[in-house]
């Protein structure tokens, strides 16, 4: 099980520890005090309690002024809206077409649909009438040439 058949157990076999080494700390650039430009005006403030404090005013940090963005010219919108409209008219166009197509295939299987009813519908009715005569129309000829002649007599 063991590469080394020693005997011993492995919590009697020698541990290494490693310990950290402390990592030397770099040297950075000593700092140098930077004076104002110029002297800033020295402001006295009374309390209500009578007591004056006197300090520099310390004016807040302007920011930079952000840069003016250069205005949009009118010809490029409307260029970018035609463009949008142009996309949205192909993509609504190659919708209807699909719309067409898939409607003309409904409307042609429904036509086929009827065309087995009704091809269906008449083969029973040639079918069934042909072996028993039973269904058919019996027509007496004699009766009817009599009514025939009874109206016009």
């Known amino acids: 099980m063991y590469p080394e058949h020693t005997g011993h157990l492995p919590a009697e076999r020698a541990v290494t520890i490693h310990q950290p080494v402390p990592l030397t700390p770099v040297q950075a650039a000593p700092l140098v005090p930077v004076q ?3 002297i800033p005006a020295v402001t006295s403030i009374v309390l209500p309690d009578g007591r004056v404090v006197t300090g520099y005013a310390i004016e807040p940090a302007k ?3 952000v ?11 409307n260029i970018a809206l035609g463009g949008i409209g142009f996309a949205a ?6 919708l209807l077409t699909a719309f067409v ?3 003309a295939a409904f409307i ?3 036509i086929i649909l009827a065309a087995v009813i009704f091809g269906g519908w008449v083969a029973v009715q040639v ?3 042909s072996g028993t005569r039973s269904g058919g129309t019996t027509v007496n000829i004699r009766k009817a040439v009599i009514k025939r002649n009874h109206f016009h007599g």
Do not use: D, T, W, Y
Request: glycine share 10%; charged share 10%; aromatic share 6%.
């Open 101 to 103: 197509a898939a409607l």
């Open 89 to 94: 008219f192909c993509g609504g166009l190659a």
């Open 63 to 65: 920011p930079e002024p």
């Open 108 to 110: 042609h299987q429904l």
């Open 127 to 129: 079918f069934s009438a």
């Open 36 to 38: 104002p430009a110029g």
């Open 67 to 77: 840069a003016a963005k250069p205005a949009v010219s009118r010809a490029a919108v």
